[in-house]
Structures are given as structure tokens and as C-alpha cells.
């Protein structure tokens, strides 16, 4: 098993963040810095990461989260805010990590495992898992905007390109559904941003099939036998 695989496997984090903890000589094996995340580790190994051996989990664990606002995704912060992490502590005895992203002030469904080739693929864009926002802006999103995101907008980094975008019906038109499957930081934020708007609450409430049915804010829930069948057969 390659290193960068075999350090995800043991649920420290997953296999691209792997990579650089591997870079930044921060993983030893028998003793000595292994700077290359290709070295094939062999049975006789002995892999260190912060002074401790690791291993790869035997047992894979997949759990869906209902963020609360004020939580980062990280597993640990340097400025001793909550983590996500902290939620599962003393819950779940194996180390997981969370698949991608959501900002602080984010909430909605975010998965945490210990799979390192599912989180791979389930953060990687050619993959196009489907993410669905429900956003509140501080004023009205006017057609002309709503139809210039829908085209696809021309950020900093890029083009930012929208799967579907539309006001949610029933309620005012501040409030909007959006969908997505790139993988761009503070993606949904900045889009609205760079037309003027402030956005007061951002809520994931669909990810690569999975929604929040039955699952309150703050909460999660180890997934169903079906969900991880449906997640790792995803195209």
C-alpha cells in the first residue's frame, strides 16, 4: 500500500492531505523522514506520524452530520474553537475526518470517515457530486442576476458554474436554492458576494444524495448500508 493511501487508511486525514503531511516531512518510517508519498509501505514498517505508529482502521465508519453554525471542519484548530471532531468525541472510538469542507459560519450535511479512497473520490471534480445550498441573502436576488449566475460568473480564481439555481417557492425572493458540484473555497459565499449581496445564512441540505431528513442540526447518524453503497458506486 502506498504511504499517502496507508496514512489515510488510519483516519488522520484523507489521502491528498496525506500527501503533504508526507511533503513536509512530517511522517516517518523506520525511523527516518520518507518524503515520497508513493513509497510502498511493507508489512515490516513501522510508520510514524507526531511521534506515534499508526496503522490503517480495520473497521470503516461513515457518519452523516447535521453541522451546527460556529463549528470549524477541521480536525483540530489552533485557536481552540469547536470542531467538528468534538461533536463525535467519545462516541465514535475510531479517527475520522471530515470529507471537504464547510466555513464556520456554514451549516448542513457534511460526512466524516475513515475511508480514504471514498473521500478521495467524493471530493475530487470529475466526480461532479451534487451539492444543494439553501441560501438567505440580505436583500431581493433580482432576475438579471439570478440569470448571469445561472450562465456562470467569472471570479478571481475562475469561472464559478452553477448546476441549477432558482428562488425557493413560497418563501421571499432572498431566499435561494442553489446547486453545485465544484469544490472551490467559500464557493457559494463569493458568488453572491461579487454581485453585492451579503449572504446571512448558508445551509447544505443535499450532498451526493444524502439529505437532512430526520436529522436535527447538531446531530449525526451513521450512514445506512445503502448510502455507502449508493456513495461508493457515485458517478
Known sequence: MRLNKYIAHSGICSRRKAAELVKGGLIK????????PAYEVQKTDVVIYKGKKIFPEKKLVYILMNKPKNVVTTTSDEKARKTVLDIVANKVSERIYPVGRLDRHTTGLLLLTNDG????????PSHGVKKRYHVILNKEVSE???KAIKKG???????ALVDDIDWII??????IGIEIHMGKNRIVRRIFESLGYTVEKLDR???GGLTKKDLPRGWFRPLKAKE???LKHFS
Open 228 to 230: 455507502i453503497i449508493m
Open 153 to 159: 460568473l467569472k471570479l478571481d480564481d475562475g469561472p
Open 29 to 36: 518510517v523506520n525511523g527516518k523522514v520518507e518524503p515520497n
Open 144 to 146: 438579471k442576476h439570478l
Open 205 to 207: 441540505v443535499y450532498y
Open 117 to 124: 479512497d471514498l473521500a478521495k473520490k467524493l471530493t475530487h
Open 170 to 175: 413560497g418563501s421571499d425572493n432572498n431566499e
